[in-house]
């Protein structure tokens, strides 16, 4: 069983350290490298997965909800431990709720299950990524238009995909080879990014981001696990979102609270501490599956 862990996560943290080095040799900008991987790469990976093949949504519907669940849920679950422990609610609450389903999830759950899960690693991404958008606009930064997120490519590309694949739109093969070249940059890059910025861990708020990196997995998985005993989920619906559960929360955190002046420092090291301590959160996730 650890072999089959070491294998699984070993390509993933590779990256990441790799990423790590080079950003701590060459301090390089990933502004803009970020800005196009989410504006061009990443929306081809979700066009590709959803319009490259007939995915039938109701596959992937229970899939769909148990990320609303885990998503929310984390957020119900971690108003009590803010509440506890004396820190804002829209500073913990969020760092759990959203988590890295970009920059780990989807190359993670490739890694670990092969591409026939990339259809259900794309809708949890696009759940994920929905709720991220409409949530935290919405609480943090109170007048802000939420439908402005129609606007973004990754969900205009999921909307397309699923358009795409429900009214069974046949692709040019070509066209969608020149998609899929474009959407294999994504992976690789995201974990890259996601290294270079651990370069950039405060510490000093090392207290609170401890509490989130613990809490994020812990709820999130618990949570996972108490949705597909209830509704008596398949064992790989229970190992993709056992695994969602685990992951530690999102970059994207970060860029909300410093474009909301949510305390950015506190959820900065909440959300590298919890990819530093994703390696374990992982791990234990897919111990429990194997074994």
Request: net charge positive; proline share 6%; with cysteine.
């Amino acid at each position: 069983m650890l072999v089959q862990i070491v294998s699984i996560v070993f390509p993933v943290f590779t990256v990441i350290a790799v990423g790590y080095l080079y950003g701590r040799k060459h301090r390089p900008d990933m502004l803009a490298t970020n800005q196009v991987n989410m504006g061009i790469f990443v929306p081809a990976l979700i066009f590709s997965a959803l319009a490259g093949k007939s995915v039938d949504l109701a596959e992937v519907q229970m899939i769909a909800l148990g990320g609303l669940i885990i998503v929310l849920g984390s957020g119900l679950l971690g108003w009590p431990i803010a509440r506890r422990l004396g820190y804002a609610p829209k500073t913990l609450l969020p760092p759990m709720m959203f988590k890295n389903a970009g920059n780990m999830g989807l190359p993670l759950l490739l890694f670990a299950f092969g591409e026939q899960v990339l259809p259900a690693a794309v809708v949890l991404f696009l759940v994920e990524n929905v709720l991220h958008f409409a949530v935290a606009t919405w609480w943090l930064g109170r007048n802000a238009k939420v439908w402005l997120l129609l606007r973004e490519p990754v969900i205009i590309a999921g909307i397309a995909g699923v358009l795409v694949s429900m009214l069974g739109i046949a692709m040019w093969p070509p066209f969608l080879s020149a998609i899929k070249i474009i959407a294999d940059v994504s992976t690789g890059l995201m974990l890259f990014s996601l290294g270079v910025r651990l370069n950039t861990a405060p510490f000093a708020q090392w207290r609170i981001g401890t509490v989130g990196a613990v809490a994020t997995p812990l709820t999130g998985m618990l949570i996972a696990y108490l949705f597909c005993l209830a509704f008596g989920l398949s064992d790989r619906e229970t190992d993709i979102l056992l695994i969602f559960g685990a992951l530690p929360p999102a970059v994207l955190n970060f860029m909300f609270a410093e474009r909301y002046a949510q305390e950015p420092e506190k959820v900065a090291s909440i959300v590298i501490l919890g990819n530093l301590v994703a390696l374990f959160s992982i791990s234990l996730a897919l111990a429990l599956r194997l074994a």
